[in-house]
């Protein structure tokens, strides 16, 4: 019979990775703004939802006064999907661009979570905590610094 052994050091193997020469982005929930950063990050001014309310809200009045059913009203649907739709892709690209710049500067980022529905839901702030996109943020910057 033959046996072959070769010993490890059990001391080293609960040791964790090494952050002493990390660079670590601190990131808190901020109402005004998306977020506070620990370090300065250049953002750009978010809340798109609220620059485009306006339009938002007369094509949905103009929605409202149509007959239901009718060709007119197919047409105005889509126009107010249509707007849906661009204020989600601003959020998104922006959203995208920030997470991108964060792993790119950055080897691992601190972030605060919270319950962002439960929030929206309980301190009258749904607009203000939805258009941010907080938790969207989260994911994305999540999967980007794994890569």
Sequence with gaps: ASLLYEG???????????????KILGIDYAMQGMAV?????????AGFF??????LAREQRKLSRCVRGSHNYELQKK???????????QRRDHLHKLSR???????AAAVED????????????????????YGMFREMLDYKLAW
């Design 79 to 89: 126009k107010v999907a249509r707007c849906h739709e661009k204020i989600r892709n």
């Design 8 to 22: 490890y050091s059990c001391e080293n193997q609960a040791a964790g990775p090494d952050y002493s020469t990390a």
């Design 114 to 133: 919270i319950n962002m529905k439960a929030m929206g839901q309980c301190l009258h702030f749904g607009k203000s905590v939805q258009d941010n996109g």
């Design 101 to 107: 710049k964060i792993a790119d500067g950055y080897d």
């Design 37 to 45: 950063f620990s370090e300065k990050v250049e953002t750009e001014e």
């Design 50 to 55: 609220r620059k485009n309310e306006k339009r």
